[in-house]
């Protein structure tokens, strides 16, 4: 059965639908869908939509059919330069007079041309590149001059200004839409209305056409989301003070402006709250300081039980819970969804429902200071406060959003993290119980008794390509873009969050918050039941590292056995024809800059000799950044322990940038967006996303706080390895793309990094044969077990090459990251996960060993003259001791039991290169 009652139906006489408006946004691409039941013969002509520019030339046409000289023939026109593009095929009555799902679309930018019939390629055309700019007269079911009518009827019309895909069309041609949908220009339903239903408000008028009671053979329905349900009992989020800034301040400290949003599903008008700020009741004063209002309200949204209406509660240091309302009174009515809002500005708050505005209401005063009072969603501290029904999407601003924007986006998950969005709390994800807060203030919530429900969500469903996009240009480092919200796909669980702000913040500051609302949820929100004393910060003074315990960290013997089995194994390379018969050589040349601080070689060489089963030094050969004398260091001479120690240095900043960020992060970023834009229903979603499932997460969340970024005058600010390093952002990136531009699934075992020789105390190479093979066999197995299912989902594979394939800088000679055989994508599921489990364990656990020591090695070398070194080296050993310190997903304690079996039985191979306490399931930190 059909949800669509009606369908619009022409006779092909003398009606047409007119729309009312011009497409301003439609220049480089397009997509025109609709179902459609021709009923013209063969041999009639006909144009089932026309769009003239305001010089009354042709921008668009598709005739369905048009009878040629020898046959009849669907022709798809597009484009206003000298002529239009067009492509044709030979059509069959059967091909058009039943319903059938029509797609047109056109990228004048890559010149491409498609006609796609029930979601698959009918036809296509190349060197397609004429715009598509200006069009403003666009007719449905005839030509703009009213002429070439066609018959048939018509359901679910789509304009959009982007070229769709096959998979983004075959996933929503037989869905209902919101009309929030991104890039979505026009969607006229044809369900007893021509009503737009997009912001647009672009509505058709019609001409003689007639509504028909029709069946579609598809069922047309909005699409069910994951929301969360409220009992009205006991249930809430706790999101806490709120995480603070760069500017240490509250997030979710509020009071002059704010916006607060929500979409809303009541079962009962008892209780009613949304948002509340408000201290706990039980919460101790601060010993000399003014007592706690704890009955206030600083500021809240809430539906009023006896009036239905939505209010605004707010507190001012002189008054107390003064409630305002709109001069509007609309009803919120029971089981049924509205959008709430209400902003905050010059001294007035305006309510909003469904995007209407309700009025304003005079605010008596600034609200009251509010950084320590806790954010409360579905309920107050108040008695019978508690929210009964079902939450979704809910926003907070610290800016006044205008009534334009808050229509423009109530109806579609937000694309960007814009500016002033200080809280976003999708409530999507269906599992868990954490309620994260997919901007970057992090204001994640702690779900207490609230469960995961499913309903029709008047919210535009976004695909996973959409969700999941790439920043960046192609051709450069391409990777999840991070100032897009967060997809509830990589939200990271409540173990990898405990763990995270344990290891970063220790047991004080955010940490401290979150355990006192967990001790909070589980004693019924009784402050008493807190310890006295919480346990001690673990990193108020930085833990031994390796080679603070080593009295001969300074000897050539550790210098080998680093290079052996240091953060950036696999480096050494045999050579010939020399006095030596290993080296290790970096090579800077490419960086630009150095700090004027700072020194750094732009080519650093260390060589050994093999003497029996040891290796020896023999030279260390290097060219500093601005001299060009090329200077060769010994065993013995004079420097050779700050040639030593300027080798390290080196290294530290290339392992840093080019191995732990390029090779590993940076590289498994890229598999793992295609894998998620791509990969819903294929059996290797089960192999590959528990080892992959933080990486995204982490990346986007890191690239700041790791590598700074560039502020909006284009100056650079400084994360924790640009601070501590001599390279800028823009440098680090040089090594960074050097190294990705090597990275293929196709060379990736890891015996290309063994030695040829036995050398003794060489544990990287055994551990990571070990973990190769043993990883490898894994993989095999699972394959053979789900060929079948791999197959008949193959089209998800196709997809995931294509996305490699585009967003690569792999170097040409290297060939391209596509996936042609099955073959090929075990070998590709093998490289990732042997690199997010094993090698990033190893270069991450192993980075602190020497890293967390400033007198062994610190980032590039620096000049007694820096007046931040010693900022510098107390930012590099919290950093690095932070980076280790992460390990919430190890696979002897998560991983399946088939890979820690096999990895228990060959133990004595991994260790002590890796101890098994070190393995990680995927890239966590």
């Given at each position: 059965?059909?949800?669509?009652?009606?369908?619009?139906?022409?006779?092909?006489?003398?009606?047409?639908?007119?729309?009312?408006?011009?497409?301003?946004?439609?220049?480089?691409?397009?997509?025109?869908?609709?179902?459609?039941?021709?009923?013209?013969?063969?041999?009639?002509?006909?144009?089932?939509?026309?769009?003239?520019?305001?010089?009354?030339?042709?921008?668009?046409?598709?005739?369905?059919?048009?009878?040629?000289?020898?046959?009849?023939?669907?022709?798809?026109?597009?484009?206003?330069?000298?002529?239009?593009?067009?492509?044709?095929?030979?059509?069959?009555?059967?091909?058009?007079?039943?319903?059938?799902?029509?797609?047109?679309?056109?990228?004048?930018?890559?010149?491409?041309?498609?006609?796609?019939?029930?979601?698959?390629?009918?036809?296509?055309?190349?060197?397609?590149?004429?715009?598509?700019?200006?069009?403003?007269?666009?007719?449905i079911?005839?030509?703009?001059?009213?002429?070439?009518?066609?018959?048939?009827?018509?359901?679910?019309?789509?304009?959009?200004?982007?070229?769709?895909?096959?998979?983004?069309?075959?996933?929503?041609?037989?869905?209902?839409?919101?009309?929030?949908?991104?890039?979505?220009?026009?969607?006229?339903?044809?369900?007893?209305?021509?009503?737009?239903?997009?912001?647009?408000?672009?509505?058709?008028?019609?001409?003689?056409?007639?509504?028909?009671?029709?069946?579609?053979?598809?069922?047309?329905?909005?699409q069910?989301?994951?929301?969360?349900?409220?009992?009205?009992?006991?249930?809430?989020?706790?999101?806490?003070?709120?995480?603070?800034?760069?500017?240490?301040?509250?997030?979710?400290?509020?009071?002059?402006?704010?916006?607060?949003?929500?979409?809303?599903?009541?079962?009962?008008?008892?209780?009613?709250?949304?948002?509340?700020?408000?201290?706990?009741?039980?919460?101790?004063?601060?010993?000399?300081?003014?007592?706690?209002?704890?009955?206030?309200?600083?500021?809240?949204l809430?539906?009023?039980?006896?009036?239905k209406?939505?209010?605004?509660?707010?507190?001012?240091?002189?008054?107390?819970?003064?409630?305002?309302?709109?001069?509007?009174?609309?009803?919120?009515?029971?089981?049924?969804?509205?959008?709430?809002?209400?902003?905050?500005?010059?001294?007035?708050?305006?309510?909003?429902v469904?995007?209407?505005?309700?009025?304003?209401?005079?605010?008596?005063?600034?609200?009251a200071e509010?950084?320590?009072?806790?954010?409360?969603?579905?309920?107050?501290?108040?008695?019978n406060?508690?929210?009964?029904?079902?939450?979704?999407?809910?926003?907070?601003?610290?800016?006044?959003?205008?009534?334009?924007?808050?229509?423009?986006?109530?109806?579609?998950?937000?694309?960007?993290?814009?500016?002033?969005?200080?809280?976003?709390?999708?409530?999507?994800?269906?599992?868990?119980?954490?309620?994260?807060?997919?901007?970057?203030?992090?204001?994640?919530?702690?779900?207490?008794?609230?469960?995961?429900?499913?309903?029709?969500l008047?919210?535009?469903?976004?695909?996973?390509?959409?969700?999941?996009?790439?920043?960046?240009?192609?051709?450069?480092?391409?990777?999840?873009?991070?100032?897009k919200?967060?997809?509830?796909?990589?939200?990271?669980?409540?173990r990898?969050?405990?763990?995270?702000?344990?290891?970063?913040?220790?047991?004080?500051?955010?940490?401290?918050?979150?355990?006192?609302?967990?001790?909070?949820?589980?004693?019924?929100?009784?402050?008493?039941?807190?310890?006295?004393?919480?346990?001690?910060?673990?990193?108020?003074?930085?833990?031994?590292?390796?080679?603070?315990?080593?009295?001969?960290?300074?000897?050539?013997?550790?210098?080998?056995?680093?290079?052996?089995?240091?953060?950036?194994?696999?480096?050494?390379?045999?050579?010939?024809?020399?006095s030596?018969?290993?080296?290790?050589?970096?090579?800077?040349?490419?960086?630009?800059?150095?700090?004027?601080?700072?020194?750094?070689?732009?080519?650093?060489?260390?060589?050994?000799?093999?003497?029996?089963?040891?290796?020896?030094?023999?030279?260390?050969?290097?060219?500093?950044?601005?001299?060009?004398?090329?200077?060769?260091?010994?065993?013995?001479?004079?420097?050779?322990?700050?040639?030593?120690?300027?080798?390290?240095?080196?290294?530290?900043?290339?392992?840093?940038?080019?191995?732990?960020?390029?090779?590993?992060?940076?590289?498994?970023?890229?598999?793992?967006?295609?894998?998620?834009?791509?990969?819903?229903?294929?059996?290797?979603?089960?192999?590959?996303?528990?080892?992959l499932e933080?990486?995204?997460?982490?990346?986007?969340?890191?690239?700041?706080?790791?590598?700074?970024?560039?502020?909006?005058?284009?100056?650079?600010?400084?994360?924790?390895?640009?601070?501590?390093?001599?390279?800028?952002?823009?440098?680090?990136?040089?090594?960074?793309?050097?190294?990705?531009?090597?990275?293929?699934?196709?060379?990736?075992?890891?015996r290309?990094?063994?030695?040829?020789?036995?050398?003794?105390?060489?544990?990287?190479?055994r551990?990571?044969?070990?973990?190769?093979?043993?990883?490898?066999?894994?993989?095999?197995?699972?394959?053979?077990?789900?060929?079948?299912?791999?197959?008949?989902?193959?089209?998800?594979?196709?997809?995931?090459?294509?996305?490699?394939?585009?967003?690569?800088?792999?170097?040409?000679?290297?060939?391209?990251?596509?996936?042609?055989?099955?073959?090929?994508?075990?070998d590709?599921c093998?490289?990732?996960?042997?690199?997010?489990?094993?090698?990033?364990?190893?270069?991450?656990?192993?980075?602190?060993?020497?890293?967390?020591?400033?007198?062994?090695?610190?980032?590039?070398?620096?000049?007694?003259?820096?007046?931040?070194?010693?900022?510098?080296?107390?930012?590099?050993?919290?950093?690095?001791?932070?980076?280790?310190?992460?390990?919430?997903?190890l696979?002897?304690?998560?991983g399946?039991?088939?890979?820690?079996?096999?990895?228990?039985?060959?133990?004595?191979?991994?260790?002590?290169?890796?101890?098994?306490?070190?393995?990680?399931?995927?890239?966590?930190?």
């Amino acid at each position: 059965m059909s949800e669509q009652k009606f369908v619009l139906t022409f006779n092909g006489v003398n009606d047409r639908v007119e729309l009312s408006k011009g497409f301003p946004s439609i220049e480089k691409a397009i997509t025109i869908e609709f179902w459609a039941k021709g009923e013209n013969i063969l041999t009639q002509q006909t144009s089932v939509l026309e769009a003239y520019n305001a010089q009354n030339v042709r921008v668009l046409n598709i005739h369905l059919p048009w009878q040629h000289t020898a046959d009849t023939r669907i022709f798809w026109d597009a484009g206003n330069q000298n002529g239009y593009d067009r492509i044709e095929k030979t059509v069959k009555l059967t091909d058009y007079n039943v319903w059938t799902h029509w797609a047109f679309v056109k990228d004048a930018v890559t010149g491409q041309m498609y006609i796609y019939q029930n979601g698959k390629i009918w036809h296509q055309g190349s060197g397609q590149k004429r715009s598509l700019a200006g069009i403003q007269k666009l007719v449905i079911g005839s030509s703009v001059n009213a002429s070439y009518h066609w018959k048939g009827s018509l359901a679910e019309f789509r304009i959009w200004n982007q070229a769709r895909t096959a998979l983004e069309i075959e996933q929503q041609m037989s869905r209902r839409l919101v009309g929030g949908e991104p890039g979505l220009a026009v969607y006229l339903p044809f369900d007893g209305d021509a009503s737009d239903r997009t912001i647009a408000g672009n509505d058709g008028k019609l001409y003689n056409t007639t509504w028909t009671e029709a069946e579609l053979p598809v069922k047309l329905e909005n699409q069910e989301q994951s929301v969360l349900s409220f009992d009205g009992k006991d249930d809430y989020i706790s999101c806490g003070k709120g995480q603070i800034s760069d500017k240490e301040a509250r997030f979710l400290r509020l009071s002059q402006t704010m916006t607060l949003e929500a979409w809303v599903n009541l079962a009962s008008y008892k209780g009613g709250s949304i948002f509340t700020k408000q201290y706990n009741p039980t919460e101790p004063d601060k010993p000399g300081q003014p007592s706690l209002d704890k009955a206030a309200i600083f500021y809240g949204l809430f539906v009023d039980e006896s009036t239905k209406l939505p209010m605004f509660i707010y507190s001012t240091k002189d008054k107390r819970n003064l409630v305002l309302g709109g001069t509007t009174k609309t009803e919120i009515g029971l089981d049924r969804w509205y959008h709430l809002a209400v902003v905050v500005n010059n001294q007035q708050a305006e309510l909003f429902v469904n995007g209407k505005s309700q009025g304003a209401a005079k605010i008596e005063g600034e609200i009251a200071e509010n950084a320590e009072a806790d954010l409360l969603i579905g309920k107050s501290y108040a008695e019978n406060s508690h929210f009964t029904g079902q939450l979704a999407e809910l926003r907070i601003w610290n800016i006044p959003r205008t009534a334009a924007e808050i229509q423009a986006n109530m109806s579609r998950r937000l694309e960007n993290i814009e500016p002033g969005l200080v809280g976003y709390w999708l409530l999507e994800k269906g599992s868990g119980e954490i309620a994260y807060d997919s901007c970057l203030s992090d204001s994640f919530g702690m779900i207490k008794g609230a469960t995961w429900s499913k309903s029709k969500l008047p919210i535009a469903v976004l695909s996973r390509k959409e969700k999941f996009s790439y920043a960046g240009k192609i051709g450069d480092v391409r990777a999840l873009d991070a100032f897009k919200p967060l997809p509830s796909e990589v939200h990271p669980s409540a173990r990898w969050l405990a763990n995270f702000y344990q290891s970063t913040s220790g047991l004080g500051g955010a940490t401290k918050d979150v355990l006192v609302r967990q001790v909070l949820m589980e004693n019924a929100g009784d402050f008493s039941k807190i310890p006295a004393k919480l346990p001690p910060k673990q990193i108020a003074t930085a833990p031994e590292n390796l080679t603070r315990l080593r009295l001969d960290k300074y000897s050539d013997e550790f210098f080998v056995e680093r290079r052996l089995n240091g953060f950036n194994p696999g480096q050494l390379k045999r050579v010939e024809n020399q006095s030596w018969q290993y080296v290790i050589r970096y090579d800077l040349c490419g960086i630009q800059k150095i700090d004027t601080h700072g020194i750094l070689p732009k080519l650093i060489e260390a060589r050994f000799c093999l003497e029996g089963q040891q290796l020896t030094p023999h030279s260390i050969e290097y060219t500093l950044f601005g001299e060009t004398q090329v200077q060769t260091q010994r065993p013995g001479d004079q420097d050779w322990e700050w040639a030593k120690k300027l080798f390290r240095c080196t290294e530290f900043l290339y392992h840093e940038t080019g191995i732990h960020l390029g090779r590993l992060h940076l590289n498994v970023d890229q598999y793992a967006m295609a894998f998620y834009r791509n990969v819903i229903n294929n059996p290797i979603q089960k192999l590959l996303e528990p080892h992959l499932e933080i990486v995204l997460n982490m990346n986007t969340r890191g690239v700041f706080a790791i590598l700074g970024y560039k502020d909006k005058d284009g100056k650079d600010v400084d994360g924790a390895v640009t601070f501590i390093s001599c390279v800028d952002v823009d440098n680090m990136y040089v090594l960074i793309r050097q190294e990705l531009s090597n990275m293929t699934y196709r060379n990736g075992n890891p015996r290309s990094q063994f030695l040829p020789d036995y050398i003794t105390n060489n544990h990287f190479d055994r551990s990571a044969g070990t973990m190769w093979r043993i990883v490898t066999d894994y993989v095999s197995r699972f394959f053979a077990n789900n060929r079948a299912g791999i197959q008949t989902y193959w089209s998800e594979i196709v997809g995931m090459s294509e996305d490699l394939s585009a967003n690569t800088i792999l170097k040409k000679e290297l060939g391209i990251l596509d996936i042609k055989t099955m073959q090929d994508l075990q070998d590709l599921c093998v490289y990732v996960i042997y690199n997010s489990t094993f090698y990033h364990s190893w270069v991450n656990n192993k980075q602190f060993e020497d890293g967390g020591d400033v007198d062994y090695v610190t980032m590039g070398a620096w000049k007694d003259t820096d007046p931040l070194r010693l900022a510098r080296q107390a930012k590099q050993i919290l950093s690095m001791q932070n980076l280790t310190a992460v390990r919430c997903n190890l696979i002897m304690d998560v991983g399946p039991t088939e890979l820690k079996d096999a990895i228990w039985k060959q133990r004595a191979s991994i260790e002590p290169g890796l101890p098994l306490d070190k393995l990680m399931m995927s890239i966590s930190i």
